[in-house]
């Protein structure tokens, strides 16, 4: 079975930083480019970040272009987006998600 489970969410003042990492489990992780989605309250799923199979390429939305970092470790089946500079308007539940299946998702909430 298919398993992504994100992981590294919580509590951060503006200007923070927190680092989400996602495992996968039930397939071959480095077959597989990997994404990270967020859903904000009352609003729907964004794209944020992708990065291909091998890592050796990500791009990003523009509002996280500079201030997010996806990578990933296909020898640990983990992939990884690096929060910096926080702003409220980045409070969202994060999701990773590879070709039809995503996690759980992991909060993070930006607040002072």
């Known amino acids: 079975e298919v398993q992504l489970v994100e992981s590294g969410g919580g509590l951060v003042p503006p200007g923070g930083s927190l680092r989400l990492s996602c495992a996968g489990s039930?397939?071959?992780?480095?077959?597989?480019?990997m994404s990270w989605l967020r859903q904000a309250p009352g609003k729907g799923l964004e794209w944020v970040a992708t990065?291909?199979?091998?890592?050796?390429?990500?791009s990003y939305a523009a509002f996280a272009t500079g201030r997010f970092t996806i990578s990933r470790d296909n020898a640990k089946n983990m992939l990884y987006l690096q929060l910096n500079d926080l702003k409220t308007e980045d409070t969202a539940m994060y999701y990773c998600?590879?070709?039809?299946?995503r996690g759980r998702g992991t909060q993070v909430t930006v607040s002072s």
């Open positions: 039930g397939f071959t992780f480095s077959d597989y480019g």
């Open positions: 990065s291909i199979s091998d890592g050796t390429h990500a």
């Open positions: 998600t590879m070709p039809g299946k």
